[in-house]
């Protein structure tokens, strides 16, 4: 097919090396008369090259005469003829290898590369069709997949309790026909939630959430770890149960007294009754305290009358209510003898036995969501609705036989906040559910990424996801940051479960709102992440991220919004700090002092700023001191401009809001150092020394980053030099490439039933994955 | 009720100002041991009280006898009584208050307060029920809604042309009818899309795709114009739309010839014949150029034969071609006297006009996604599928009569990308959609916060969202941000428009890829935050944001996955570079070193590193030259990065591999740079001054909100001072405001028809919403 005079000209020894540099230049896109000006003025150059050759190089070269198609493929072969015999040492770059192809030097063909720009281009890229694979992977190494533990020992570290309860969970995970087909029309799939709740009511998850009554267990401790577990199906079924056990069930367990426990509980624990928890209205949402429904005490009837007393004041959001329950615990300002006691709980039947709205209630849907479609919320309206006054669960505040209201908890809103403190369970499981989520996610992802294929160079297979920084950098940070919210979770857990009846519980409810926001917010970051690397194949609903991001978005809104929670932890944190001056003035005093000296030093101390050796960024010392510090300095001076705004005769509220940003910028850096203090206790108390050593890698890296996330800070504060922040990053990335190879051990640690993981992308290619 | 003892006491002259301390310190929670005792240290500290206010007051502050919840009462509004009578100025406080309920000084109270810690306490809360709404707000002023401009003006700025087709589009979205009911199953939802689409073909839409042939358009402007409008509504017609007209009709269009237009684009314009656009395999999604579908010609029959060699190679994600297509554009490795020339594109048809998959067809449904679950994405294999030579859209490679390959573009790898120019319409439309689906979100998100109300003062109505600081924080940026994307989508499509057919569409392209991913990545950002800003609601799918979310997520991935174009934007980039010291050695090198002259001028200026006025923030000088350092810093230091790799043997694929995380950073610096100019050049072209003003605000907001984020790397790097690193990010916070008192006027001026914002959120109390 070549003419004969190419043909020839392809075999001149002295055209030969420019094969590959037209080749190239031609193919890399039209050849400018700039490029062509500077390539022929090389040719005039090179005394070596007869006439007849600099005569077809002219020819080749005349950018009113392009090479055909057939042309640039003879160049192409011809190269890849004569370049076999080459040396791997002589085909690194494009000029080296025209310069082994000639007999001249190869110094002379750099300079015609440069001039045509081609020195970037990639000599592989001549052997594109060359054949078959040899067998080599594309692409620089990335961390291979060797994790350094066994992942039973891990299991060991992440679940050292409650095994049974899990256990009970995982075989309920593992039947396919557990799980839920998002297909099915909107009211089947409703129904069918409920059904799957059933057989695991039935196998004794609703019992546990009610120790003392229903289950021997010392507490609710194995009904947690249960619905943590849950966490790994589908969410639709988590949160319903979480409604009627948690919610619902914990209203009646945790504010009802023992006559509301033996007539209501039993039935509670088997799903015969089932129920809702009727406390948000349509204008109030995160603002409790100010629900307006009424519960007025009518001496005459000894019953309390349930009255929704306008529009925003429905009950609103209501999980349960659309459809299946038939209780609900309402929750009104409770007005006995004309005189308003503030919010409390009232059992309301909704629904009678054949699931028609009872009397004077008014029941509505509240529609197609953006996921959780599984669960039937709805709106409520009572129109004075009346129940018997033992309806009233009235362990903080009660109405006695005389008509007057009681409580062993004089203040109102004492009795409020600590009414609410049985919120805590709840945020604890949303969180642990939040976490199981995002672990699914993960998982889902690093196996499709240690398998799928995307580019490369020619010839090889292409590389594999896994081997792209980028997507590293986009998911093994996620990773450590969702065993960071492991840890975060079960020591709120733990705090919950050890908690004193009767005691202070400010503590531990800070602790959980940190866990809460801390553990959602993750889900939310990580679970788009792994949508986001798993391309289209994430958007599919059957490879699970897609549904676990739209069914758990809603999880940093309900159970206390985040930003308001936030704030929480920020008041209980600034409390702290105004506590520690009151305390004992000369000691506090004293404390300061010694604190603030400490701190100058960290600060000036030249070594500190500058220190950047791996053993220094790794310590413990400097990642939880960073972040030690960053929290006491933001607590110190959003207090300083909270009490310079109300100096100046503005109240506390108003001071409060106008630093909002401040305020939640501040309790962010006191909930990443509450994190990494539960995932440094975490590590602590792990056995196994390579898992320990595992865990703490994680830990580092976790820390790190957040200090590089926020770095900008750490240099406006001249906390770090510059030298030191880009130190942070080098190490950050190591970090990453050494927990990343532990990636797919930790996932298999998670322990998360095949069934959950039923992507098709989480088991692509199962024999190619990278080991 | 209350004991006379009690009753007299609460008269007590002596005792009257201990009562508002007293109730808050019960209130505020349970006394301590410590704190009483220093409240009885001080008592005994007073001398005028007399015996019987002393024993009065040890009876009250016993930590063993709490006060009843009456007793609390009592004393509530024994203070409400007595305070009634103070002067605004005597309550600001509670010591204030005591002292001024006192004959005695007022200081005397002051260290009582303080040591029990109640300073803080807002002294509002004791007239928290005290009575009816004064008709003061709650909290602090906010910015008012007060549109400095005219809406129309402004929608004149934002939308200077094809009013006509948006007005089509407009009048289409404008009925209630055309919206998507999301709970009806999902078969019927996606044959309603496909009736919705008849409809906007029917009023013309489809023809506009194809100027010169179905309509007397100039350019495809209009569609395009009726294209970003049609985002106001659901977005799967948009897309279902996109792949019909844009993807299939536009590869017919642009890659096809006379013959094909003759036979194929009115078909395709008036719908009659539904199409598809098969390109990405399971196993090939951005890797197109290795896409194993083949395409042989067989010069015996003269026809192709299209086939699925394997697996990997079937057409995955196809949309459309589950449910509807009758005909698919095919990209295959065209094989001619077995010789491969890359992919091409080749019409098959899939679908009989019964509907029935043709011979050799197979057809599947990749089944339910995250979202746009109206839009049917479906696979496809081919099975030695036959079509005629003509079938070959041939524009950019044809075969001959004589059965030869023949192309006016040589090089495989130029004629390739030329072809995967005709993505360029697809992403620009993409990303204008994007961004009118997030000016929906941020309507119906402004609306909202701008009537809900959420705790507050007692006594007074709640705040609004909208006085939240941290509320605005998270939106108005977003506004600004979709204003900036906004005219990058606007500069995108008029450099599509006006490119010159055949000409160099290099710039084109990454400019498209960059408002691409800008415009995508605006999304998925600001729908997140919308969501979050609105709480449940804005998880209930009738508020619309929740869908938007989930349909407009995968916009990022597909018409180019957005890592997969930063990366095509970064290598323009440093092409450029590259070009900027080869065009002319000398010059080159001159100009390089006056730049470097000139920046390092810049980086050591004292006053520049640390001048903090507002007019200096807001110079166009300093933020335009802070993205502009930023940018060309991050070029020099990658492609210094890649050269040195290179330079020690390493291929340039591998070399940019390694400093990937480096790549993206400084492509998004790139991405930043440009839209900023992008902006600027549309405020420039503002004819209206208020209009002018009011957009020049909200660039200023959005470049300085972009340095702010990335305000470490200015440290880092020595550019700025950390005074000035405050000083930016109080006047971020300035301009928020600012910026934030436009934000309904701007939303006004997107011209959403009510009935996509037919959000019931976005219409609460209308009548409430601030001014």
Known sequence: MLSPMTDAALQDPQLRPFLPILYLAWAD?????????????????????????????????????PPSPQQLQSWLAATRTSAATLAESERHSIAAMAGALSTQDAAAFASVVEALGLEGLSVAALFSAAGASDGAESGPPAPAFDARFDPD?????????????????????????????????????????????????????????????????????????????????????????????????????????????????????SLKLPGCFAM????????????ETTATYDPETDEIVVHTPSESARKEWIGNAALHAKMATVFAQLVVNGETHGVHAILVRIRDDEGNPTEGVRLGDCGYK???NGVDNGRIWFDHVRVPRDNLLDRYGSITDEGAYASPIPSQSRRFFTMLGTLVAGRVCVASGSVSASKVGLAIALRYGA??????????????????PAHRRRLVPMLAQGLAAHFAVAKARRMFLDQEPGGDSREVEMFAAAAKVFGTDHATMSLQACREACGGQGYLAANRIGPLKSDSDVFTTFEGDNTVLLQLVAKARLSDFKRQFRDSQVLGVLRFITDKAGRHWNQSNPIARRLRSEEHLRSREFVRGALELRESSLVESVARRIQSRTKSGMNVADAFLGVQNHVLAMARATMERLVFDAFADGVSAAEDTQVRAALDQA????????????????????????????????????????????????????GIP????????????PGERLK
């Open 699 to 750: 830990l580092d890296l976790f820390g790190l980053w957040r200090i590089e996330a926020d770095v900008g800070w750490f240099l406006e504060n001249d906390i770090f030099e510059s030298a030191k922040a880009t130190a942070i990053r080098d190490e950050v990335d190591e970090l990453i490439d050494e927990v990343g190879s532990n990636a797919l051990g930790f996932c298999e640690a998670f």
């Open 29 to 65: 896109g039209d050849l400018t008369r700039e490029e062509v000006g500077a390539l022929q003025q090389r040719i005039v150059e090179s005394p070596w090259l007869d006439a007849k050759a600099r005569t077809q190089l002219a020819a080749w070269l005349d950018v009113d005469a």
């Open 754 to 765: 095949d069934e959950c993981l039923a992507a098709p992308i989480a088991f692509l290619d």
């Open 451 to 468: 398998s799928r294929r995307q580019f490369g160079e020619p010839g090889k297979p292409e590389m594999r996801l896994w081997q792209y």
């Open 370 to 372: 953006l996921g959780l």
């Open 280 to 291: 948000t209205e349509l204008g109030h949402g995160s603002n409790v305290m100010g629900l």
């Open 153 to 269: 020992a891990m299991r060991a570290a992440l679940e050292p309790e409650w095994m049974e309860a899990r256990t009970i969970a995982r075989t309920f995970l593992a039947d396919p026909a557990h799980r839920l087909d998002r297909t099915r029309p909107y009211g089947e799939r409703r129904e069918r939630v409920l059904e799957l709740l059933q057989i695991l009511t039935d196998r004794g998850i609703g019992a546990m959430a009610y120790p003392g009554i229903t289950s021997e267990d010392e507490n609710m401790g194995p009904f947690m770890a249960a619905f943590e577990t849950l966490g790994y199906g589908d969410l639709d079924l988590l949160v319903k149960m979480g409604v009627h056990f948690g919610l619902f069930g914990g209203s009646v367990f945790f504010l009802g007294t023992k006559k509301h426990h033996d007539a209501y509980v039993r039935d509670i624990a």
